[in-house]
């Protein structure tokens, strides 16, 4: 053998031992990265159907959110329309109901002066005491 065999020789021996000790962290390194996948495949798994599942809550949540809306709509109005009615009543029906208080309040204190036989005197001071 050669000088020039035996540095080929040596060469090839280092570089297999540099091949051996670069092989076990690229195993690793493969091994790892498979774990990685497996991990980001059951993560994507389980959310597809996590994210069809709220995709359907959120559906489900905007039709009560427009029913809650119509029922609000029509509390409005309805709230509206007593208004109406109270006002309409309040100016048909309590006018003439306050006429009426004053009259008969008028009449009672009339018939209780003429009861007592108090005369114009006795009404004079009723009415200043009232």
Same mark, same amino acid.
């Given at each position: ?36 996948? !497996? ?6 798994? @389980?959310? *597809?159907?996590?994210? +069809?599942?709220? $995709?359907?809550? #959120?559906? %489900? &949540? ?24 109270? !006002? ?6 309590? @006018?003439? *109901?306050?006429?009426? +208080?004053?009259? $008969?309040?008028? #009449?009672? %204190? &009339? ?20």
């Amino acid at each position: 053998m050669s000088v020039g065999d035996v540095a080929g020789l040596v060469a090839a021996l280092a570089f297999v031992v540099l091949v051996a000790l670069l092989a076990r962290p690229i195993l690793k390194l493969g091994a790892v990265l498979d774990e990685a996948r !497996a991990a980001i495949k059951g993560v994507s798994d @389980s959310t *597809v159907p996590l994210i +069809a599942e709220v $995709t359907t809550t #959120v559906g %489900q &949540a905007n039709e009560q959110m427009e029913k809650i809306d119509t029922i609000t709509t029509n509390a409005a109005q309805v709230t509206t329309n007593v208004s109406a009615l109270t !006002a309409l009543f309040a100016a048909t029906v309590g @006018s003439p *109901v306050v006429r009426v +208080a004053a009259f $008969t309040y008028g #009449v009672r %204190q &009339a018939v209780a002066g003429r009861r007592t036989g108090a005369g114009k005197a006795g009404r004079r001071a009723g009415r200043a005491a009232v």
